[in-house]
């Protein structure tokens, strides 16, 4: 259980960091917290060529609300955010969405930027991102682009960004104080990676739905978000009746795939359980 | 002041805090680097095993051809159809199953080893496998052993006259068919072995983290065809068995043969993918059992169907029998069964081999006999633990139907101290008003015995071809007057140098800091057997008693001598002996013994007046005995079990040192509710492992082991000569019974129980999926 | 072999080293620093038997590279103790028999270390979530909790949890 060899380099500034990606393409690797590539490559199940090593770029340690956004580094850790970093519903989002991402030592080396990268469609910040609409930052040794969140994932473990560009940086949108968040994850043990979670967004104004977002996370190869789902509860009153049919909705939005944890139809069951409930914490 | 009995600190701890313990991997440093290339395949033909083209200079590949010539792993049994089928160190011909070791590749770094280990080119025809046990002993399976055709590698039966007669005049007969997956006991340091040959003297020293050194050197020396004096066996600090690293591993030999074939050091770390895939996995079980009962409740017969999945090979010395035969004996528990019928069968398979691990059979037969008296009680319409009390046996010795003898034990009273502390009328209460608002809280008790402190009379019945049992103690005193206490048994966490030293420093009357106990070195202990089956305090306590003992008479003489007074009046106490109010330091007793035997007169002729003792016992056996209780809320939406509370009622007679003696029961309780909840070795149809990693694979977390409740109870038996009885399975036999009674509680409004562990919130939705609950 | 010169700060030492820079921050504390009192039980994140405390932070030893780890702060379980006098946090886990193998508790010992020096309080809720973190086979978590938490109240850290 033992690395493969690699070359290692820790360059001191992003641009750097460019030059070398664009110098080693697809046999170079960024190496962020290590929280995920360390393990796969410690079972040899990537092994790559070069390491570029951003955890020394000073310039990309920040994180931010800058306006209408909250602006996340690439270095900014998960536990950066389990105090609440911004007052308010999202800051309580956030903090409860990282105290569910593994464990204390993970989260602080593990980062979010890493985590949108690495594409896990059991990862918090990946469901997050996604059904708050982040936009992603990324940049090769030419140029700078956004890409939104929507074109972000693409499949397993796999997303918009090409082997030559960094994640700079995630933006989260900040909303006004009628937005309430909900967060609700089933594991079967503390710090695991999630067989179901859903993080819910609604805006409330005279005593209905507005505006919702759904997303469902580790039930397929992405996180999705439940259209349908968020589209039902829109002028509805918030209350079991309405969590319920959207939680049914929800639970037959997608296609479950199978592991050893979970058969398809226990998936949709749990996509029931957790939607409804990441619904009633939203409004609690 | 009297040691025994106290919460003493133990003795081995500091070193441990400081982080300067010295477990194997920690003394492999600088050692050559082995590192085996395992098996992909389940099954299948070796067609060739080659170097790659370019192997670095200073590294070595061995492959079966090298060590062709070695013998076989081979336990014997010389009962109960036993197939004694061979496991080769390196395979020449064939694979059994994925993770099998096939070769093993040296290199001076582990990174390297692994590099190179990835360039053995290994050419392999797959074969049919076969990894289930019911599809084993189907017509037509794949044969794994040209002495097994029907893949049944031992088989005991046994049906007493009186069954048939019983079920047939039964008021009711409850069956219940029973399915145990397969675990992995997962110590949190894997295996790991290092050889180091000493040119000087052409021996070889193997330091493996191992709970029987003894043993893995007699089975070594055995393989390799050497002289055993040749090889020392040490087991340094060793990070947990529970069983799994009782057993003589192919790694082993290998190590040995390497040093002495290479004349240096080689050492095998294993990694955790290894651990899981190829040390040895336990509880594979498919049961069913029928129980024959009058209208009241009594138990008349218990007719019981036992298939273990026991894997590719079958484990040294204790063989694969330890799972199926186990079960066969211990089935009836502490219940009176006055009439008994058993089959057992190990099934081999394209899978690891199985090994004892903590409790063995003993947490699926009692979550069988407790899950027969729910659903018994159920049927009868009678209360479940009035059931219990009128089929436990309660009078003292009692003969079981497989000829064991239970000794004073106290199964009612545990059960009924376990049901008060449980409060269960009260309980009943907040069950039905949870339940009124969707809710599904579930008690479950489990009782039971554990055969424990068993010797060579409890093995010999096993016709093993080895037959462990006794254990042997030297003891001496140092001319500075510390004692030296060397043992067999080989202990790894059980606290045995502090508990076995509060034994001795009682008798000496002296402190258990004075006490040292020697263990794990085959060069330095007389032959033993090791830490295995809840038996170190039962018997290395005893044989340390009996010798303390002879070492105290040996101390009074000396001070009679030194005191002018007669040895009878001598007393030991507070490091002194004293003859009415003169007295003379131990200490000094233990100098002069040594460097004035003029002034003794030599009394037992050796030319000196010598401090040092050999003791051994070999008891029958004791039977602790417990009941545990467990509250769990069952989240019906997600199948998600939390366990509200734990109670665990212990008797396991004296207990030396309660701390150490809570200790082994929260391990074993976590170990339990692990079985009961979370941990399950999964393989594909093609036998390869789907849980190969701690992600995969799930021991609990601290989140996850609620607080654990005990409350002793000290029956003291005359089987054990210190009144102590063993502790260490208990809490593993008995919560996985306790967790499945209280989830089938919580569940009854659904109508359905759980018979297969560990119920996994995917296993409780799938029973619970469609159904909804009766008010 | 491609290797690098670096030095490792380790419980205010330094380690003038020489190592391949897949060699994991463990492995290289083990090795080539001679600190074999950080284990590792699973080499891929979960156990926590690595645990050490980097730049004020507990981190997994065993998912960082040792020159990840130069210009740092290390420390491991073999800083804790001043000579033979154990921390209190050691002397708390021997009083209450927090460990049996031995072999999780430097990872449970630095991880705790860590969280007693936080400014923050401690409350049970707390401390089992922070010592979820790592895997003990042998204790069933009972003395190891009991052992922090009793160290927490004597260092005046410990607080009730707030009733539900
Ligand atoms: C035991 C354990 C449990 C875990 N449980 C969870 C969990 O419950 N939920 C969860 O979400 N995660 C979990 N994780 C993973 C953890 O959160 C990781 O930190 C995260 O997935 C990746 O972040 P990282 O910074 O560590 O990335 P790294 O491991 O450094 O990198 C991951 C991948 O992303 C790429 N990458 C990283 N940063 C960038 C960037 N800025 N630009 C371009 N590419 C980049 C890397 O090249 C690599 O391919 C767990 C990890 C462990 C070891
Ligand atoms: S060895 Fe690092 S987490 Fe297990
Ligand atoms: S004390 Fe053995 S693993 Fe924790």
Redesign the pocket.
Known sequence: MKPAAFDYYAPLTTEAALALLAEHGEEG????????????MAFRL?R?AT??D?NRIAS?DFCRADDEVLRIG??T??ARFETPFLPGPLGALLADVAH????TP??S????????????P?????CTALTLGATMV?ANHVSERRVAVADWFQSL?TTA?QPD????EARLPLRDESWRYGFY?F?RRA????LAMSVVALRLEGGVVREAQIGLGGVGTTPILAKDAAAALIGQAPGEAAWGIAAELAATCFEPTEDINASPEYRRDLVRAVTKRALRKAVA | MKWSGQRLPRLEDPALLRGEGSFTADIAIGARCVRFVRSPYASGRIVSIKPPPDMPAGTLLVTGRDVAQLGAIRPTLARFNYAAIGQPVLPLERVHFVGQAIAAVVAATPELAEDLADLVMVDIDPEAAVVDLDAAIAPGAPVLHAESPGNVLVEGKLRQPACDEAFAGATHIEELGLRSRRQNATPMEARGGCASFDRATGRVRLTASCQMPHMLRTGIATVLDMPEADLQVIAPDVGGGFGQKMALFPEYPLLVWLARRHRGSFAWIEDRNENLIASAHSRDQRHVIRGAFDADGTLRALDVDILSNVGAFSCYPITCGVEPLMALAEYPGPYKVPAYAARARGITTNTCPMAPYRGVSRPIITFGIERLMERAAQALGVDPIALRRRNLVSSFPYRTATGMTLDAASYIEAMDLAAAAADLPGFRERQAVARRAGRYLGIGFSVFNERTGYGTPAFAARSMGIVPGYEVVDIAMTPAGEVEARIGASPHGQGLRTTLAQLIADRLGMAPAQVRIVHGDTDRTPYGWGSFASRGMVIAGGACQIAADKLAERLRQAAAVVLQASAETIVLRDGQAFAGDASVPIAELARLAHQRSDIFGTPDGEGRFNLAETASYDPGGTFSNACHVAEVEVDAETGHVRIERYVVVEDAGRLINPMIADGQVHGGVAQGIASALFEEIIYAEDGNILTGS??DYLPPTAAEIPVIEIIHLETISDASITGAKGLGEGGSIGAPAAIANAISDALAPFGVDITELPATPARIRALLRGREPRA | MNTRHITLNVNGTDHAIEVEPRRTLADTLRDQCGLTGTHLGCE???CGACTIIVDDAPV?AC?MFGVQAEGRLIRTVEGLADGQTLSPLQQSFWDNHGLQCGFCTPGFLMLATWLLERETMIDEAELRHVLSSNLCRCTGYQNILKAVREAAKGLGKWTESAPA
């Open positions: 690797k960024i190496l962020a917290g290590g929280q995920s590539l360390v393990p796969t990537a790559p390491l570029i951003i990309l690439a270095l850790r998960h569910n991402i593994a464990h993970i989260r080396r593990g980062t979010f930027c890493g985590s949108l990268a690495h594409a896990d059991a990862s918090e910040w990946c990324v473990f960004l560009e960094l994640l700079t994850e594991n710090g695991d990676f999630a | 701690l992600a | 891929h994140g979960v997994r998912l």
